[in-house]
Nanobody
């Protein structure tokens, strides 16, 4: 079992930055593949970024070059650094974890956090 708790969301102006954190419970954190998804009102949950257990990273095209995902195994925490934020980045951001590498198929992922709201004003 893995429990995930996100933090760091908020309101920011376009062009600004935020860093999201996801604290994970469990002694096997380092073996899990981690990632971030987001969901805007009326839209389906979409993949944002992921990091494998060996710290290989991959991103959605819409955030590539602006967002950076990282993990700190000593703190059992995954981060999402978001720079050059745009109004279209506004969404609830969810941390995700699975024993298998994450894909865009959010419906098969085992563990989710409660979500944190990110709002980017124009």
């Amino acid at each position: 079992q893995v429990q995930l708790v996100e933090s760091g969301g908020g309101l920011v102006q376009a062009g600004g930055s935020l860093r999201l954190s996801c604290a994970a419970s469990g002694r096997t954190f380092s073996t899990y593949h981690m990632g971030w998804f987001r969901q805007a009102p009326g839209q389906e949950r979409e993949f944002v970024a992921a990091i494998t257990s060996r710290s290989f990273t991959y991103y959605a095209d819409s955030v590539k070059g602006r967002f950076t995902i990282s993990r700190d195994s000593a703190k059992n925490t995954v981060y999402l650094q978001m720079n050059s934020l745009k109004p279209e980045d506004t969404a609830v951001y969810y941390c995700a974890a699975d024993e298998n590498p994450l894909t865009r198929r959010w419906e098969v992922i085992d563990y989710w956090g409660q979500g944190t709201q990110v709002t980017v004003s124009s």
